[in-house]
Structure formats: structure tokens, C-alpha cells
């Protein structure tokens, strides 16, 4: 409420100040179109920068839509049948399926796949965990992730990164009152879902180009109708005629 009140204030003395002194020189409507020309032509170039970034500045710097994830599919879901490379997933790499990229990928696609890949990792292991401790009894049988060990593969199919995790059981810490578990590794799918990280700066780039070239428009339409700096000869006033020597 606090900030939105902040908002509200600071655009009616900002934009609204220009707009006032507009208007008392060229009247309402044209201090309008005037303002509101100049105000659509600032945002055309604030959510281009947003979208395109500048020399030394990256792009997303502004509104930000969903970022690239993955999507958990089982092996039997209608997606398994869209994306038929996990049946060619034998549970290590090979048949197209590569591991996923090193730790020393810190920049750059590899990167950012990466740390999609550790996302899904991590979420796929703690589904794993949520849903089996719901029927264990035992607290020393229970899943956690000092006894589960996960190795992530990935491939492409049609443009689309699909990737493979298998958890297995592993010895827990000792001390940690926690056995090994005695399932056979499982594997779960997830595809990247590309999301729309652009599509809010898109939206605001192309709304100002459409509200820019409107008020332009109308501004030069109300310009030829009521034109600026034309004077006219006062009534009754004669016309001076230069004497003749």
C-alpha cells in the first residue's frame, strides 16, 4: 500500500508537473498529446534496453517472465510418447544421452543448463523423499539426501532438452541413525520448459509503440487544425502603405 501510494505521488508531481506547464502554454489537449508523446517515446527506449540490453548492460534487467525449468513426465505419461528419446535411456550415458555439464561450466549455456539440471535434481529427490516417508515407520529407514545419491544425463530431441535423473541408495554418515536403502534405482524424466522471460518486456515495448505512434498522430492532427505561431491582423486595423517620396 505504502509503495503504491510512493507511486502514485511521485508520477502525478513527475509526469504531472511537465503536463501543467505544458498546458498552460498550448491548452489542454495539445499539452497532452505533447507529454504523453514524450512520455510513450521514454518507455520505447526504457523496455528496449530491458529487452536488448546496451553496451555493458545485459538484457532482463527490467520486468522479468518465467524463467526456463524443467517439467517432471514419467516414463508412461502421454509426454514419454512426445519425447521417445527415454526409450533409448539405458541408465547411463550413451544412445545420445550425455552427463550433465561439469561443475567447471561457470559461464555460457553449459552454465545456465547446468544449474537447471541441479534444480531438477534437487526437486526430484525431495518429491522422492516426501512421498516414501509418508508410509515408513521405522525413522531409521526413511529416505534423506545423506542416503540417496543422484546422477543427472541429459539429451535433445526436436530443440528440447529432456533429462534423465537416476537416484539411488547410498550408505548414509555414520552416526546419522539412518540405514541404506534397498530400492533398485529409479529414474525420472523432466523436458525444459522455455518459459517467457522476455514476454513482459516485450508486452511494455510494444504497448509504447503503439501509444507512441497513436499520440503522434494526434498530436500532428490537432497540430494542423489549431496551428502554433500564426498571427492575425487585429480588426479594423489599417494596413500601412510606405510613403512614396
Do not use: C
Not at 530491458?50 to 518465467?66: A, H, N, R, S
Not at 524424466?189 to 504497448?207: M, T
Amino acid at each position: 500500500m505504502k509503495g503504491a501510494l510512493e507511486l502514485a505521488i511521485g508520477f502525478l508531481i513527475l509526469p504531472g508537473s511537465v503536463f501543467m506547464l505544458l498546458a498552460v502554454n498550448f491548452g489542454a489537449l495539445k499539452g497532452y498529446l505533447i507529454a504523453a508523446t514524450a512520455f510513450f517515446g521514454f518507455v520505447i527506449m526504457l523496455s528496449a534496453t530491458w529487452t536488448f540490453g546496451l553496451p555493458g548492460t545485459t538484457p532482463l534487467t527490467g520486468p522479468k517472465g518465467v524463467d526456463p525449468s524443467f517439467k517432471p513426465f514419467t516414463a508412461n505419461s502421454p509426454l514419454a510418447s512426445k519425447y521417445s528419446v527415454v526409450t533409448q535411456f539405458s541408465g547411463s550415458a550413451g544412445n545420445g544421452w550425455q552427463t550433465e555439464p561439469p561443475e567447471s561450466a561457470t559461464s555460457g549455456p553449459q552454465a545456465k543448463l547446468r544449474a537447471d539440471i541441479e534444480t531438477a535434481k534437487q526437486g526430484t529427490i525431495q518429491t522422492l523423499i516426501t512421498n516414501f516417508n509418508k508410509t515408513v515407520t521405522d525413522s531409521s529407514k526413511e529416505l534423506d539426501v545423506t542416503n540417496l545419491d543422484a546422477q543427472a544425463f541429459y539429451t535433445t530431441q526436436a530443440g528440447t532438452t529432456v533429462a534423465a535423473i537416476v537416484v539411488s541408495p547410498k550408505a548414509p554418515p555414520k552416526g546419522s541413525g539412518l540405514t541404506k536403502p534397498t530400492f533398485a534405482p529409479k529414474t525420472f524424466f523432466a523436458y525444459r520448459d522455455p518459459g517467457a522471460p522476455y514476454l513482459p518486456s516485450l508486452i511494455i515495448l510494444g504497448s509504447s509503440i503503439a501509444l507512441f505512434t497513436i499520440h503522434l498522430l494526434a498530436l500532428g492532427y490537432v497540430e494542423r487544425k489549431r496551428p502554433l505561431g500564426i498571427t492575425h491582423t487585429p480588426a479594423g486595423t489599417a494596413t500601412r502603405t510606405p510613403s512614396r517620396v
